[in-house]
């Protein structure tokens, strides 16, 4: 997340300013979580998987035999 935040958002650049800082990286985590679709939950966003328990998703994890489910 960190180099999609860096990269697609702008904030790889130097923010002299904490308060603009601050709040530049809340609309990118919004935008990451709420408006832009991701591959690995099928075209979802992230908000919209984590409301609605049935829905799969891909892990990438190596060893993925022991993961449990997330409950919120």
Do not use: D, W
Not at 24 to 52: C, D, G, M, W
């Amino acid at each position: 997340m960190n180099r999609t935040l860096k990269y697609e958002y702008g904030l790889r650049n130097c923010i002299k300013n904490t308060a603009i800082a601050q709040e530049v990286t809340k609309q990118a985590v919004y935008i990451y979580n709420n408006l832009r679709t991701h591959f690995s939950l099928e075209l979802r966003k992230p908000a919209e998987v984590h409301l609605n328990p049935n829905i799969k998703y891909k892990s990438y994890r190596r060893n993925n035999v022991n993961l449990t489910e997330l409950v919120i």
